[in-house]
């Protein structure tokens, strides 16, 4: 046998049944629109079972327009679900707060990321990127402001992943060699350079944001659901049962 035949002969395929332990619905990156986050909402609302859990997935922030309100909506959303509404951060986010930690190094970045339609959405202007550092610590106090406390708080509150049975929903990916509980917040938020050429090993389902497909796919233990709403007007949930995945999309 030639040894490339040996080689693909022994390559690993994931075959674990989906076995969450609830039924549970995961909404895709939101990317500022707010308008499509609510009619997917009155969407799932149609079919949703009794105290049926949402996770979203995060990036409910830049790109689109209305950024500031879908941050209130789901802070308002979750303060009243009673645990039924779970939010994980996004790479969006954690690039957001760490402006505010530090806004003369990582402002001009977030800016190239989609941090002008944020700063918009709260009717701020933001400098230019080239702009000196006080200027962006000056915008950073005013969006610090603007947000309030309340809304800061939440953000820095937002876990990375969230699992049930061998299901776990995370924003970009995870480390195929490592289990879920050993990956560095980095990782869940920003992806793996593996994390779609290897199978997991340990029978764990994850699904994700963060990479846009043309349609949300399942496929080798992966559920993708970022189907580029801010640019495509498509918002993609995906609800997952034991051994079954619908998907819903505005």
């Known amino acids: 046998m030639p040894f490339l035949s040996r080689f693909r002969a022994r390559k690993h395929t994931f075959s674990s ?3 969450p332990d609830e039924r549970f619905s995961a909404i895709g990156d939101i990317h500022g629109r707010d308008d499509l986050f609510c009619q997917l909402l009155d969407k799932m609302a149609e079919t949703e079972a009794v105290n049926e859990r949402v996770v979203t997935v995060g990036d409910y922030i830049d790109r689109g327009e209305e950024s500031a309100q879908v941050l209130r909506r789901l ?4 303060a009243t679900a009673e645990g039924q509404l779970i939010c994980l951060k996004g790479n969006h986010e ?12 990582r402002g001009p970045r977030w800016l190239r ?20 550092g006080m200027e962006w ?16 708080a939440w953000l820095r509150s937002l876990p990375s992943s969230w699992q049930s049975g061998n299901v776990t929903v995370v924003h ?11 990956q560095p917040e980095r990782t869940l938020l920003w992806g793996h350079p593996e ?3 290897t199978p997991r090993r340990d029978g764990q389902w994850v699904v994700h944001g963060h990479t846009i497909v043309d349609q949300p796919q399942v496929l ?8 580029g709403a801010y640019a495509t007007g498509r918002l993609t949930a995906a609800r997952i049962t034991p051994g079954n995945v619908d998907i819903l999309s505005t």
């Open 195 to 197: 994390f779609e050429a």
């Open 75 to 78: 802070r308002d959303y979750h």
């Open 94 to 105: 954690d690039m957001l707060l760490k402006f505010l930690d530090d806004p003369t190094e």
């Open 220 to 227: 080798e233990g992966r559920i993708a659901i970022d189907t």
């Open 17 to 19: 049944p989906l076995a």
């Open 113 to 132: 990321y989609g941090g002008l339609q944020t700063f918009a959405s709260f009717q701020l202007a933001p400098p230019s990127e080239t702009a000196p």
């Open 137 to 152: 610590v000056s915008a950073r106090d005013r969006l610090r402001e603007t947000m309030g406390p309340e809304l800061e």
């Open 172 to 182: 970009a990916g995870a480390d195929p060699a490592q289990p879920i509980s050993a």
